[in-house]
C-alpha cells in the first residue's frame, strides 16, 4: 500500500477578488506539503479534485490538473524504485524543477525540524526552531540561500544577536546548531563547500569565562547533610538531586523516563535518550534509599519519579513536561543550595559537572569518567573536566612560593 498521497486542493485564502488558488497536495507519514499550480477560481467553480463546469476553461484546466497528478506520481514511483526516502522538500524541487542552489534555508530548516519531531527528538528540534525564528527576525523574513551564509553575514548575525541581549553561551548555541543545519545541507548536495562559512568564522571563540560549573565533595556533602524532613516541598527535588548524582550524572531527561522496569536486581538498566547508548548502573545505597521512598508512596504507576503524569505520552508533549518540570527542579536547586549554605549556582547541569569532576578529584582516569558518562568521545570529557585541571595546576603553582 502506497504510504504517500496525492490530492488537488483549494487552498483557504483567497485574494482581493474572492478567488482561491488551487494546489497539489503531497501527504508522506502524516506530514503535508501543498504546491501551487498557479490556478485560481471561485469556490463553486471547484469540487472533487476537478474544475466544475461553471469554470469556463473547466475542460482544459482538468487535462492540465491531471497531467499535474502524473507527473506527481511518476516522480514518487522513481523515487521509491530507487528506494529513496525522499523529502516533502525533496518531492517539492522535483516537481517544480528547483535546483539544489534554489533551496532556500528556512525550508531546509523546516524539513530538518520535523525530521527531528518525527524521530522522537523534541528537545533538538525544539532548538532548531529557537535557532531558525531568531535567523528569521534578523534576515526580516527574507528568503535566504546557503550562499548567503557568509562569514560577514555570521559576524553581523552575531551583533544582532548582542544586541538582543544574547549571552556568548547563547549565540554559541545557535551557530552550532545553524553550523548543523549548513553541515546536513552540505552532505545532501543542497549546498557547495566553496561558501561554507565555518572554516574561518569559528565558534569556538564565544567561550568565555564562567563561574564555576562543579560542587566540590564538600559541597555535596553539605547537601546531604540537609534535614529535607524540615522542607517537604522540596523532598523530590532532594532525591532527584541524590539520584542523578549517584547514578553517574544522569540527565534529567532521562530521570523522567526511568520505569519500574528498569530496575532489575542490583542494577538500574536504561538507554540514554541523547545517544541512545545503554547504561547498566550498580545500585549504590543513596539510590536504593531513594527507590524505597517512592516504592513506599505507592503511586500505581510504571514510572519510578512523579514527573511523568500520563501512562501515554507523546514526544511533543514529554517536551514541555519536560521543560516545565526542569524549570521547577533547578528553582528548587537553588533553595537547597542556600539551607546547605553551597554558594555555587546548583542546576541539573552542575550535578552532571559535579559527577564528572568529583571522579577526577578521586583519581579516575579520565577514559573511565567518559566511558561511565557515556561520551562520544574523550574530548567532550575533557571539556567538563577543564576547569578542574586548571585549579590544581594553579594550586601546584602556588608551592612555588614556598621555595
Not at 531527561?253 to 542490583?266: A, H, P, V
Request: one cysteine or more.
Amino acid at each position: 500500500m502506497r504510504s504517500t498521497s496525492i490530492k488537488i486542493v483549494m487552498q483557504n485564502k483567497c485574494n482581493s477578488e474572492g478567488l482561491y488558488p488551487i494546489a497539489l497536495r503531497i501527504t508522506k507519514s502524516r506530514k503535508k506539503r501543498e504546491i501551487g499550480l498557479g490556478f485560481r477560481c471561485y469556490p463553486d467553480e471547484f469540487e472533487n479534485e476537478r474544475f466544475t463546469k461553471k469554470h469556463k476553461l473547466h475542460k482544459k484546466r482538468n487535462l492540465i490538473l491531471s497531467e499535474q497528478v502524473l507527473k506527481a506520481l511518476t516522480i514518487i514511483d522513481n523515487f521509491e524504485a530507487n528506494k529513496i526516502n525522499f523529502t516533502l522538500l525533496e518531492f517539492a524541487n522535483k516537481f517544480t524543477g528547483t535546483t539544489k542552489d534554489d533551496i532556500l534555508v528556512f525550508d531546509f530548516f523546516d524539513e530538518i525540524i520535523n525530521d527531528k519531531v518525527k524521530s522522537g527528538k523534541t528537545g533538538n528540534a525544539r532548538v532548531y526552531k529557537d535557532t531558525k525564528n531568531s535567523l528569521l527576525k534578523f534576515a526580516n523574513n527574507r528568503a535566504l540561500r546557503f550562499n548567503d551564509i557568509s562569514v560577514a553575514f555570521l559576524e553581523k548575525y552575531e551583533v544582532y544577536l548582542r544586541e538582543n541581549n544574547n549571552s556568548d553561551g547563547g549565540i554559541a548555541v545557535k551557530m552550532r546548531q545553524l553550523r548543523a543545519l549548513y553541515n546536513d545541507a552540505l552532505n545532501r548536495g543542497i549546498a557547495k563547500e566553496e561558501f561554507y562559512p565555518f572554516k574561518k568564522y569559528k565558534i569556538s571563540k564565544l567561550k568565555g569565562k564562567t563561574a564555576k560549573r562543579a560542587l566540590t565533595i564538600e559541597d555535596v556533602k553539605k547537601f546531604l547533610k540537609i534535614n529535607i524532613v524540615e522542607y517537604p516541598h522540596l523532598q523530590n527535588s532532594f532525591n532527584y538531586f541524590i539520584f542523578s548524582y549517584y547514578c553517574r550524572g544522569m540527565n534529567f531527561i532521562d530521570l523522567m523516563k526511568l520505569k519500574w522496569s528498569n530496575i532489575q536486581g542490583e542494577n538500574i538498566f536504561y538507554t540514554r535518550s541523547k545517544t541512545n547508548k545503554q547504561f547498566v548502573i550498580k545500585i549504590l545505597p543513596p539510590v536504593e534509599n531513594v527507590l524505597n521512598y517512592y516504592k513506599g508512596l505507592n503511586l500505581n504507576s510504571k514510572y519510578v519519579f512523579p514527573l511523568i503524569l500520563s501512562e501515554s505520552i507523546t514526544p511533543a508533549q514529554l517536551e514541555n513536561r519536560k521543560m516545565k518540570t526542569l524549570k521547577k527542579f533547578n528553582k528548587d536547586l537553588k533553595e537547597l543550595s542556600t539551607i546547605a549554605g553551597i554558594e555555587s549556582n546548583v542546576t541539573s547541569y552542575v550535578i552532571r559537572h559535579s559527577y564528572a569532576t568529583n571522579m577526577k578529584f578521586l583519581g579516575v582516569s579520565s577514559d573511565i569518567i567518559s566511558q561511565s558518562m557515556g561520551h562520544s568521545n574523550l574530548e567532550i570529557t575533557q571539556s567538563y573536566l577543564k576547569e578542574f585541571e586548571n585549579d590544581i595546576l594553579d594550586n601546584e603553582n602556588e608551592k612555588l612560593l614556598t621555595l
